[in-house]
């Protein structure tokens, strides 16, 4: 179990984590999702003890790591997969690890075989393409056969294939009751990984959910004639509604069809289409983060304020 209690991380005048609380369980893949520069890697390097928090605390099984006895044996990291001795062969990058931590070259094969490097595991790093050394990243957490790993964006640079492997490496490790917490910025990977959800946005929590909830939210697909949208935005917003525009016409929010429907025939307003439908993860996403992105296309910016 991961236990993050009034996390705290400023650089100067920047909060990069701000207050942060949340329980990371075993058992399942817990995502942890927020747009870039939400403070998502600072919390895995305070919870990893890379960083000093100005307040707060990161336990991992009810210590901080530095605290724990050889700790490669209780976490495994996957960090920055491209922060390796290039010269080395993948067999001996991991056996420098491993013997570092105590572990025979038994495990480190093993790990090579789960990662489905055997083959290549005498070539030098140098030569390994970036879903290579993921894979690399990945074999070297599993090496002390831990019950918590943390995973900083495991699927970039992977195949398809590969983030086939990945998925169910990271489902079937959770399913031995390990604790599973994984960063991506990929919000349909997570959709099909991921058991429960923590979401942040400026260094602070926006949701910390079962991953059903999040997209169990409804949508309402709209479509009035172009003249009336003016009027139908107002008086969905006014009603509670959140509302977007797409292509196909207008994506509400917190309101069901059957209050919208009434809503709108009462004003007299033709709607020419009406449906209810789940949201995708990604759309639900989008929804929660909307006002804690830091970065994004001026005309995006635009239209958020219109
Ligand atoms: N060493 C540092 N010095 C100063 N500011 C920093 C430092 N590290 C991070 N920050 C700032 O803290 C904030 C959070 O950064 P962080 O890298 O944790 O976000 P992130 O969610 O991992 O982003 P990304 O998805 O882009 O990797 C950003 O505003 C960043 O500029």
């Known amino acids: 179990m991961i236990e993050v209690t009034g996390l705290v991380k400023r650089y100067g005048a920047v909060a990069a984590v701000d207050g942060l609380t949340f329980t990371v369980q075993p058992g399942?893949?817990?995502?942890?999702?927020?747009?870039?520069g939400a403070g998502k890697s600072t919390t895995l390097r305070l919870i990893l003890g890379l960083d000093?928090?100005?307040?707060?605390?990161?336990l991992i099984a009810g210590l901080p790591l530095r605290e724990l006895a050889r700790p490669i044996t209780r976490v495994g990291v996957l960090l920055d997969a491209s922060a390796v001795h290039a010269g080395r062969s993948a067999r001996s990058h991991?056996?420098?690890?491993?013997?570092?931590g105590g572990i025979g070259d038994r495990r480190v094969d093993a790990c090579l075989e789960l990662a489905g490097l055997s083959a290549v595991a005498g070539r030098r790093i140098r030569g390994f393409s970036l879903g290579m050394r993921q894979r690399l990243g990945i074999a070297a957490a599993l090496l002390g056969d831990p019950d918590v790993l943390l995973f900083d964006e495991?699927?970039?640079?992977?195949?398809?294939?590969?983030?086939?492997?990945?998925?169910?490496?990271?489902?079937?490790?959770?399913?031995?009751?390990?604790?599973?917490?994984?960063?991506?910025?990929?919000?349909?990977e997570m959709q099909n990984t991921a058991d429960?959800?923590?979401?942040?946005?400026?260094?602070?929590?926006?949701?910390?959910?079962?991953?059903?909830?999040?997209?169990?939210?409804?949508?309402?697909?709209?479509?009035?004639?172009?003249?009336?949208?003016?009027?139908?935005?107002?008086?969905?917003?006014?009603?509670?509604?959140?509302?977007?525009?797409?292509?196909?016409?207008?994506?509400?929010?917190g309101l069901d069809a059957d209050q919208a429907g009434e809503l709108l025939r009462a004003a007299g307003v033709r709607v020419t289409h009406l449906a209810q439908r789940r949201s995708s993860l990604e759309e639900a996403y989008l929804a929660l983060t909307g006002e804690s992105v830091d970065y994004r296309a001026p005309r995006a910016r635009e239209e958020a304020r219109s």
């Open 28 to 36: 399942r893949v817990t995502g942890f999702l927020g747009p870039n």
């Open 196 to 253: 429960h959800l923590v979401v942040i946005g400026r260094g602070r929590l926006l949701a910390d959910v079962p991953i059903g909830e999040l997209i169990a939210t409804g949508l309402l697909e709209l479509r009035v004639p172009e003249p009336d949208t003016g009027t139908v935005v107002g008086l969905l917003a006014e009603a509670g509604g959140d509302v977007a525009a797409d292509q196909s016409g207008l994506v509400v929010r």
């Open 52 to 58: 000093r928090a100005t307040a707060g605390r990161a």
């Open 94 to 100: 991991l056996r420098a690890i491993a013997a570092a």
């Open 154 to 188: 495991p699927v970039n640079g992977l195949d398809a294939e590969g983030v086939q492997w990945a998925r169910t490496l990271m489902r079937d490790l959770a399913a031995q009751g390990r604790t599973v917490f994984v960063s991506s910025h990929l919000m349909a």
